[in-house]
């Protein structure tokens, strides 16, 4: 059972530990959090077991304590230089609280087999309610609870840049912007320029705030013809002619690099075939850590795309979904996501969507925290 960017995340919590630019006593920490079963990669396991049971927070000395005592036999001297160390504090807690999560999952579904091979052998049933106890009070003594105290410090201590402005200043008035870590949904009907509109919102967010990075995940259009779309728009060119290469390169060419974000590689557009679910998703976001990420869109996923019947469609999106807001909040970015709404809507009196319109899964509407609609009024 693969689990979500689990690998990634072990390695760089891994990485953390091995960073010399780490106070020692913030290493202690961690590895006292930890246990090696919570690592999924054999290797990764080793090394955990070493730097914990060792107190080793060296490569070198991690290496030969390795193969002096035969701890990893299959561990290679590059799989430990080759770990990345250069993991922040921030990050790490993300990465921690990550696989943390997924070996709780883990225990919980190893133990849901043990409690249906139970029931069906005809087991003690008694033996399995005190591991239960047992498996959820060690899963309950990894959290603590953040005192009263704490929250109202993090709130206090937020940045400005831990909100995002939208680039709209109605918008921004409103709402004040979004705050990382948010899910926003742009719901529309095919052909009500969803993907302009997140296109535009895209350069605008980048202009507004300085130094973010921006990148369009596009399932449904070429990189190459997403930036006709922009062309168009910021040159005042008509797609007709864009397409047709009836207009004046060199004036496009000067323009564009006019518009900073774009001239200093700070919004990005991937291409259809550089992913094909959320697991290429996490992992290119994990690499380049965009500030916002768009998506065109969720119902072009590849798991979704291996629905068989309408109810497996509505929990395989939904499943992205809670997918793509641990990914925000883990990388402490916004996810602006791009829906499609139900077919019908134009035979309405009023054709103006509503949130019940918004295709196939209610966790799109209870994990957004905005939903914009793009639709022609007539």
């Not at 913030?26 to 590895?31: A, E, I, P, R, Y």
């Not at 030969?64 to 001297?77: C, G, N, P, V």
């Not at 409103?174 to 509109?197: E, N, P, Q, V």
């Not at 690499?287 to 795309?305: G, H, N, P």
Request: hydrophobic share 40%.
């Amino acid at each position: 059972m693969v689990e979500l960017f689990s690998w990634e995340a072990e390695e760089k919590v891994v990485g953390y530990l091995l960073n010399p630019q780490i106070p020692k006593e913030k290493k202690l920490q961690v590895v006292q959090l930890l246990s090696p079963e919570v690592f999924t990669d054999a290797k990764l396991q080793a090394v955990f077991s070493i730097i914990k049971f060792d107190n080793v927070f060296d490569k070198i000395l991690l290496y030969e304590k390795a193969h002096t005592e035969k701890k990893a036999q299959q561990l290679d001297r590059i799989d430990v230089f080759q770990i990345d160390e250069f993991v922040t504090q921030e990050d790490a807690d993300s990465y921690i609280e990550i696989i943390s999560d997924k070996y709780q999952k883990r225990k919980i579904y190893e133990f849901g087999k043990t409690i249906q091979t139970t029931m069906l052998e005809g087991g003690d049933q008694f033996k399995v309610a005190l591991e239960a106890q047992s498996v959820l009070s060690s899963m309950g003594s990894r959290r603590k609870l953040e005192t009263n105290q704490e929250l109202l410090d993090r709130v206090l201590n937020e940045k400005p840049g831990d909100v995002l402005l939208t680039g709209y200043k109605q918008i921004d008035k409103f709402i004040g912007g979004y705050a990382r870590g948010m899910i926003i949904t742009i719901a529309g009907d095919s052909g009500h320029m969803k993907t302009t509109l997140a296109l535009d919102k895209s350069f605008r967010i980048a202009e507004a705030n300085k130094d973010i990075k921006v990148a369009i995940f596009s399932k449904e259009m070429l990189a190459s013809e997403l930036v006709k779309k922009q062309i168009s728009r910021i040159c005042g060119i008509p797609t007709a002619k864009i397409f047709s290469q009836e207009y004046d390169k060199d004036f496009v060419r000067k323009k564009m690099m006019e518009i900073e974000p774009w001239a200093n590689d700070r919004i990005r557009i991937i291409n259809p075939n550089s992913f094909s679910g959320v697991t290429d998703i996490a992992r290119i976001q994990m690499t380049y850590r965009f500030d916002v990420w768009f998506l065109d869109f969720i119902q072009l996923l590849e798991f979704a795309k291996t629905a068989t019947n309408s109810s497996d469609y509505n929990i395989q999106i939904g499943q992205n979904m809670r997918h793509l807001q641990a990914l925000a909040l883990a990388t402490k970015s916004v996810g602006i996501i791009l829906s499609q709404v139900k077919k019908g809507i134009e035979f309405r009196k009023s054709k103006k969507p509503t949130v019940s319109d918004i295709e196939w899964s209610g966790l799109i509407k209870q994990l957004s925290s905005y939903i914009f609609f793009s639709y022609y009024p007539g």
